[in-house]
């Protein structure tokens, strides 16, 4: 399944994988595959240190980053002013399931509020990545032609995101080297346009421009489809979070709400972070979707709402609250590999689909 992006960018097959685990994002781009480091969690010093970690674990093969910069944030990381801003509805919301599930206090801010996104601590990390010795720098969310030109100056390769044909056209703008067409089917942050329906609409619209597929890639198959509708490789979340490089990541609450994960046990919810967001379902976007519910608040104001509690099911263990973000390909996933089967898998079950395609030919000759 060699495409002309293994050659450009040194890679053996067309598999770039997205971990918030420095252990995973090293495993992929170990295994041959393009490991991308999710890193818009951390702050500037943290960044520094993982992507020295990664470098030394991969030496010169090469490794990307992915930031998220949602163009409406605050200035500052000033969480008593987003505090002041709640709605009083909206707070009592939130004790309302803190009581109905005994959820305890937590013993520190959660993930979501250990800092407050803003364009001060977004300033930080665009410095500490373009300063970093990373190869590539991918945008998830928002793609400022500014940032772009930060990191093209300093020869890192360049990609963005996009689930709709408009914010593709604004990553071609901005001079990005590379697209991911990212479907509905997706873990995490996600649209509206299903995979199917998207990838060739972008494909067409980026002429030289490489696109690579995302969202439901859990197979080979999916990767020889990505293929055939024209992408260069693809880009894959949620496969990697069932590995075992990826466990000490999760609760056991969380492992087991993706090992227990069907197809169709997972939601876009609002509830996480104020954006639609694929997860598993719970008690928590079951709760949500209520109709006494009321609609989250904008990120990162939501952020500011649920950011301890979702720290709190966590830590005291709260098993109906407790979900994880996940596409629908996690159907395809119920126990833990190591990445390097994970990968050895994809591209057998692959390389097999590819060959099908040739013999199709030879009998339609
Ligand atoms: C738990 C989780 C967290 C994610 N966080 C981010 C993120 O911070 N930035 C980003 O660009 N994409 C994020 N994604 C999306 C991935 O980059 C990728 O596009 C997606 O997982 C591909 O679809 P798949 O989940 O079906 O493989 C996340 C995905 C998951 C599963």
Known sequence: MKTELCERFGIDVPIFG?????????????????????ATRRLAGEITDEVNAIRAAVGDRPFGLDLVIPNKVPEKNDRDELERMVPDAHRSFVEGIEAKYSVPKPSEPGMRT??????????????????????????????????????????????????????AARALEAGVDLLVAQGYDAGGHTGQVGTFSLVPRIVDMAGNVPVLAAGGVATGRHIAAALALGAQGVWIG???????????????????????????????????SGKPFRQTRSAWSEEWATPDAPQPLSHPLHDVLVGDILGAIIEHDIRPLQHYGAGQGIGWFDTLRPVKEVMDGLVRDGDA???????????AA
């Not at 720098?137 to 890192?156: R, S, T």
């Not at 040739?358 to 009998?363: F, I, M, N, P, T």
């Open 114 to 167: 250990r800092f407050i996104r803003s364009e001060e601590i977004q300033d930080e990390q665009i410095a500490a990545v373009a300063a970093s010795d990373v190869n590539m720098v991918a945008l998830g969310i928002g793609c400022p032609p500014e940032v772009i030109e930060i990191m093209k100056a300093q020869g890192k390769t360049t990609v963005a995101l996009v689930g709709q044909e408009r914010h």
């Open 238 to 272: 949620t496969a990697f979070l069932m590995t075992e490089e990826y466990k000490s990541h999760l609760s056991p609450g969380e492992l087991a709400a993706l090992i227990n994960a069907q197809t169709t046990d997972t939601v876009i919810s609002r509830a996480e």
């Open 18 to 38: 997205f971990s918030h685990a420095v252990e995973v994002v090293s495993a992929v781009t170990n295994a041959g595959g393009y490991g991308v480091y999710g």
């Open 353 to 363: 689909a590819l060959a099908r395609f040739g013999q199709l030919k030879g009998v």
